[in-house]
């Protein structure tokens, strides 16, 4: 029996591997007839190092990252998605990717691009993408290629 998600997450960043991701997203919630919920989340830990103006920043960013979305969401509706809503988190990327927003939302599959960090940046800032797979407690699909699963050349 084939596996049917009915609920996807997929977390972009404004990375070329995370609008892999999100494309591929778009293709198997088509499959599935599935529910597609983009997230984004805004790291406000990066903020705080730029005292008394990380509330502008985050203000700024905020405007930056919901006219990303809005044209995610019109590529996602051109593509057929049926159901489509786009989520704006502030905190920790890991914890909100990982268990948050896919408890608060009933998924069942989380997608994301492969990590675009080289080795030493992995050791510093750590991996998302490896956090979400210990840690999730629903199927997660690390995006390595393209549409037509050759793999991603950036």
Do not use: W
């Amino acid at each position: 029996m084939l596996q049917q998600y009915k609920r996807i997450l997929v977390a972009v960043d404004g990375s070329d591997e995370s609008e892999a991701a999100f494309r591929k997203a778009v293709h198997v919630a088509n499959r599935n007839q599935s529910s597609l919920f983009l997230l984004h989340v805004i790291d406000t830990m990066s903020f705080q190092s730029v005292s008394g103006y990380e509330g502008l920043i985050t203000e700024n960013v905020t405007d930056q990252v919901k006219e990303t979305l809005e044209e995610y969401k019109k590529y996602a509706e051109l593509q057929g998605v049926e159901e489509f809503q786009y989520l704006i988190e502030y905190g920790s990327p890991k914890i909100l990717i990982a268990k948050d927003v896919p408890k608060e939302y009933q998924v069942d599959l989380i997608m994301l691009g492969a990590t675009g960090l080289n080795a030493v940046e992995r050791l510093f800032v750590g991996s998302v993408s490896r956090y979400v797979i210990q840690n999730a407690s629903c199927d997660v699909l690390v995006v390595r290629t393209d549409l037509e699963n050759q793999p991603i050349q950036f």
